[in-house]
């Protein structure tokens, strides 16, 4: 991907007002000039496919046109050519992006082939599987599977089935299923294309077991033919994303030499004894599977362009379609100005924009962990926390949006040369892959808990809840120059709340701020007197599970609201920024209407108070939507991109403006 | 279709615990012997469409199935025959459920053909239509679309553009689409199958306009080519229903006889003038659009079995999938186990029972007015209210619940073997054709204002806000012994509802009355403030939409609880009364805990109460637990026909119970 400084090229031919180009700017934030360069670059045509395609010729599609774009230099961005030679995280995140302003199938193939089956040789092998396979693998001769999920096992990597047993007559490991639970599935590449997989399982070594690690298996000859013991399986149809080829493979005591084993955390040497940098099991398979962490965070990119896509179609649809006439306009009312269709979309957008300056927040931690540079311990679990946590919010929230964009464009958003249905079909599954977002939400909670407060384990020991909870309130948030703006806005109203103007971001600070201290305490607590009562640590924190979920996501609301106020501060365009400001707050007031419930019962928020929010809600609506084309081109999706045709406006509709 | 009153052979095979079979016949309610009768004597071979098949494969399977189903009685069934024929309204209602059982392109298809083409002709025509054309409609030699939308105007029928233009001369009717917008779109059986449209247009005889009106327009020959002046458009490829041919007719003043208008509400005698039984055009326009009101009911009840199929795949996965070992548990936890999963499909449940009882109230209402007996003008408005509403209740809520039912199955709910995502994708649409639900919800607050206390307009005149209001409240549900014993149950707390145990039902009763009647009231409040305040008609409707929509939804759950009530009523099984009394509890709680901001607010309950409300439904879902199959087997699918891998018990996943 070539970077280049010339931004305008795409902005004239887009013919974007000046509003919208600043908004652009702002949300693209710090990393704006390498996605403007990237936009411009993008080899724009032929980005989506044909929804009508079946399974075999939308898989070939897919398959020709990410070839296409990694010629391009849209493709293996982020995966090391070699041993040695540097992987830009920044750049592996915002190609990705690129990938997701066009068909999601190439996006996730892509991920599958670079992000996936490439990350796990760059980041989990060592020098020989570089040099070896790396080349291939970039070049996209060696197409390859990430084989970590199991039929029986899906969230639960640490209970894998599958056997890596080491046979030191022959020096080669033997992969084997040993139940039919125990195939892998799900897995991208392995229908039809792959022709190596890199395998998660249990490695054995004379009878000890070391935990999950990963073999790279060759499993189909050039042929496409299973190679000797091997089983694939095709998952064929899907709800959605037809052009990747989802299969199932199994292995019955497939033998592969010694060194295919990816062994950077562990291994066998040339003795046969088992070694490993990393003496405890427990922190070698996190520090594993911490090293995937970047799919997480390109997963939750790709979610957020999706929803600017499907908001922008909708956004432009309202701008020109009418509905019933009324009194002053007997040419019908723009959809766009009945409040009902504002309060369905407007709120929306302020969540995007919301979860675009997160997501920035996040490739920066990103950048910052993998970029080479020093880094804790720490950095890693944050952002690990993190990007657990945004990736379950960001496609949820995509889905959700995406819904809503179909359903306000009514018989129209059904047609899928209306590109809502394929992208709401093929975001499905983002809310499920790597990672179910509940899972993903627990790990949040268990993640404040844990690495926050060293809570969760001391409760018990200390028994001083009140000292415990104070620190886990302290320590809730990361410590950084944003979070302590954060804290100082919401300190600003502290002494007098309901006092305060509730468009003040000093209130919606202290709100956030409340919720999510509040919810992990009182989480804390709960969970110690659960376990005590039941004597059964699965039972307790079962029954607390819906509580965790909420804990978690209080905190990823703060965390959102923290990165837009420091977006808008990184704001030098004044229009923009008071635009952003009305976003800004549209996104806290939203947040805050939606749980008003739990604010009103812990006394955060006077009824009184609480039933005026809607009013200030409907009165953000009206004020930004003689901004909503601005708000559209700020989301970053160029208009032809969008291939719709209620996008264009005029082309469907004689009647519209 | 035949009524046999043989009830046990499919129970039978299907092995049904004695519980499921207790709960199924009591959700069945008064159509119980219909409902088996007709599970009995479906053919259930080749229920599903294969996913895989392209738009033109999907149409000729449907049309081939369609046929099929209609041969064994399960189509026409509803629509009379000839002239002076008997149109039985439930066995509409129940068959169209029966074809929801099985694939949805099939079940929409035979609702154009049968519910909107032939209805038009039933209940729009007069004896020489029903003659000339039921016989061939009904034996589906001619096959037609019901071409109302227009591309400009969706839901606002009344502003439709189409002309019928009478020429005396000829004594022919023209045709025509003045404008792009007035192509009619979206319509079943036009693309492809349809020979004649039923084509909705603005009639105009000597240069007056007599308002919308409906013609019989041949539209294709016996090749399938378009005739003369006809255009029609293929749409192609949609979001879903891909077995349906939506298509576009545009109309280039085509001529055609004047016996060919469907003449029951007005038309043209044989000396060329204009001749109604009912003066007031705005009456004739609401009594015709008023004969169509069985689409909704039967859209309605589609929605519910959607619901109901996938909450049946969902709950079946959750019996036998086992995830992360915990203390106890070293196998696993079987997912149904966990609260979260609990919490995400439980109450779904409680709300796929309580929605189903108020659908049978519902049908009862429309054979009731369809039936051929008695019946009031305030009886067919109550049920074009009610069906409105709950057409709209139920197809938002089967969409909530295939998605979470697919995100609970997680990767297995995005394979299509598993039949949740097709089925996601076919109800998307049930939430905007048969009317928007927005829209549909707009007008049931309109309905509840104008019809029941005539303070729509009566505001501005009488100025007599409380007296009005207080009519509202009194006026708010219909005159039913049903509702009798709602109201008496919410008197025998109204004194004390705080000291009232969470669980009682009169609790329930008054929260969701007051819920109801308090928001109406206000919404008729606030319109006339506004409208004085803002002199704009539309200004003011269109700033009071969110409160409207939550006006009807408040009353449609005061419906649905009332029906659930009374059903629990006539059920005469105690085990099953006894679960479904902890159902009906958790249908109130989840409702009320949704609302709970809004009874907070409003001091209907406490902040400390409130907040225990989720520790009910969480003891209520621990309650229900145990009875998870025979809900399951209670909603009705006979688990063959889910035809979903992941509901057949152990097939999947050896490590399953």
């Known amino acids: 991907m070539t970077l280049i400084d010339?931004?305008?090229?795409?902005?004239?031919?887009?013919?974007?007002?000046?509003?919208?180009?600043?908004?652009?700017?702002?949300?693209?934030?710090?990393?704006?000039?390498?996605?403007?360069?990237?936009?411009?670059?993008?080899?724009?045509?032929?980005?989506?496919?044909?929804?009508?395609?079946?399974?075999?010729?939308?898989?070939?599609?897919?398959?020709?046109?990410?070839?296409?774009?990694?010629?391009?230099?849209?493709?293996?961005?982020?995966?090391?050519?070699?041993?040695?030679?540097?992987?830009?995280?920044?750049?592996?995140?915002?190609?990705?992006?690129?990938?997701?302003?066009?068909?999601?199938?190439?996006?996730?193939?892509?991920?599958?082939?670079?992000?996936?089956?490439?990350?796990?040789?760059?980041?989990?092998?060592?020098?020989?599987?570089?040099?070896?396979?790396?080349p291939d693998i970039?070049?996209?001769?060696?197409?390859?599977?990430?084989?970590?999920?199991?039929?029986?096992?899906?969230?639960?990597?640490?209970?894998?089935?599958?056997?890596?047993?080491?046979?030191?007559?022959?020096?080669?490991?033997?992969?084997?299923?040993?139940?039919?639970?125990?195939?892998?599935?799900?897995?991208?590449?392995?229908?039809?294309?792959?022709?190596?997989?890199?395998?998660?399982?249990?490695?054995?070594v004379d009878g000890e077991g070391h935990g999950v690690h990963t073999i790279l298996v060759p499993i189909r000859d050039d042929q496409g033919r299973d190679l000797p013991g091997v089983t694939t399986g095709d998952q064929g149809h899907k709800g959605g994303l037809l052009g990747v080829d989802n299969g199932t493979i199994s292995f019955d005591h497939v033998r592969v030499p010694r060194r295919m084993l990816l062994d950077r955390y562990g291994g066998v040497d040339e003795h046969g004894?088992?070694?490993?940098?990393?003496?405890?099991?427990?922190?070698?398979?996190?520090?594993?599977?911490?090293?995937?962490?970047?799919?997480?965070?390109?997963?939750?990119?790709?979610?957020?362009?999706?929803?600017?896509?499907?908001?922008?179609?909708?956004?432009?649809?309202g701008l020109t379609r009418r509905q019933f006439p009324a009194s002053g306009r007997p040419e019908g009312v723009l959809l766009l100005d009945y409040l009902t269709y504002q309060r369905r979309l407007l709120p929306k957008v302020a969540r995007a924009y919301a979860l675009g300056f997160a997501q920035n927040d996040l490739t920066a931690a990103l950048v910052h962990v993998q970029g080479g540079g020093h880094h804790?311990?720490?950095?890693?679990?944050?952002?690990?926390?993190?990007?657990?946590?945004?990736?379950?919010?960001?496609?949820?929230?995509?889905?959700?949006?995406?819904?809503?964009?179909?359903?306000?464009?009514?018989?129209?958003?059904?047609?899928?040369?209306?590109?809502?249905?394929?992208?709401?079909?093929?975001?499905?599954?983002?809310?499920?892959?790597?990672?179910?977002?509940?899972?993903?939400?627990?790990?949040?909670?268990?993640g404040l808990l844990t690495h926050y407060a060293q809570a969760w384990n001391a409760l018990d020991r200390t028994g001083v809840v009140h000292e415990t909870t104070r620190v886990v309130g302290e320590a809730l948030l990361e410590r950084s120059a944003a979070n302590v703006a954060f804290e100082r806005l919401a300190n600003s109203v502290r002494r007098r709340p309901e006092e305060t103007a509730m468009v003040d971001r000093g209130w919606h600070a202290l709100m956030f701020e409340e919720r999510a201290r509040h919810s992990l305490e009182s989480l804390a607590r709960r969970m110690r007197a659960a376990r005590k009562e039941a004597g059964d640590g699965f039972e307790a924190f079962n029954r607390l599970g819906p509580h965790a979920q909420f804990a978690a996501r209080a905190h990823l609301e703060q965390v959102t609201l923290a990165a837009f106020v420091e977006g808008i501060a990184q704001c030098h365009d004044d229009d923009a920024r008071a635009v952003l400001e009305q976003v800004c707050s549209l996104y806290a007031m939203e947040s805050i209407h939606k749980d008003r419930a739990w604010f009103v019962e812990h006394h955060r928020i006077s009824a009184t108070r609480s039933k005026t929010l809607v009013e200030q809600i409907d009165t953000l609506c009206r004020h930004l939507r003689p901004h909503a084309l601005a708000l559209v081109e700020g989301m970053g999706i160029p208009a032809p991109w969008l291939s719709a045709a209620i996008a264009d406006a005029g082309s469907y509709h004689p009647e519209g403006a």
């Open 6 to 134: 010339e931004t305008t090229a795409l902005d004239r031919a887009e013919h974007l007002t000046t509003l919208g180009a600043s908004l652009r700017r702002a949300l693209d934030g710090s990393f704006s000039a390498e996605r403007a360069a990237a936009r411009n670059a993008f080899p724009s045509a032929n980005m989506l496919m044909d929804p009508q395609l079946d399974v075999d010729a939308a898989r070939r599609w897919t398959l020709g046109r990410l070839r296409e774009l990694s010629e391009s230099g849209f493709g293996s961005a982020g995966v090391p050519a070699r041993a040695g030679a540097h992987a830009d995280p920044l750049a592996a995140v915002v190609t990705f992006e690129m990938l997701a302003y066009g068909d999601m199938s190439v996006t996730i193939k892509s991920g599958v082939q670079f992000g996936l089956f490439g990350g796990a040789v760059a980041n989990l092998g060592t020098a020989w599987h570089h040099d070896t396979f790396l």
């Open 273 to 317: 004894t088992y070694r490993s940098p990393i003496c405890d099991p427990n922190r070698r398979f996190f520090t594993m599977l911490g090293t995937l962490v970047r799919g997480r965070v390109c997963i939750s990119a790709a979610g957020g362009i999706g929803a600017r896509r499907a908001l922008s179609i909708a956004l432009r649809h």
């Open 138 to 204: 970039t070049s996209m001769k060696l197409l390859g599977g990430f084989a970590m999920t199991e039929l029986g096992h899906g969230s639960d990597v640490a209970s894998l089935e599958t056997e890596i047993v080491y046979d030191p007559e022959t020096r080669e490991y033997v992969v084997n299923s040993p139940t039919q639970g125990a195939a892998k599935a799900y897995i991208g590449n392995a229908a039809v294309d792959g022709t190596m997989a890199a395998v998660f399982g249990q490695l054995k």
């Open 376 to 446: 804790t311990e720490r950095d890693q679990r944050e952002l690990e926390t993190r990007a657990a946590g945004l990736k379950a919010m960001t496609t949820w929230f995509a889905n959700e949006a995406v819904q809503e964009a179909r359903e306000a464009c009514g018989g129209a958003g059904y047609l899928s040369e209306n590109r809502l249905t394929t992208l709401r079909q093929d975001l499905d599954i983002f809310a499920t892959f790597e990672g179910d977002n509940t899972v993903l939400m627990h790990l949040v909670a268990k």
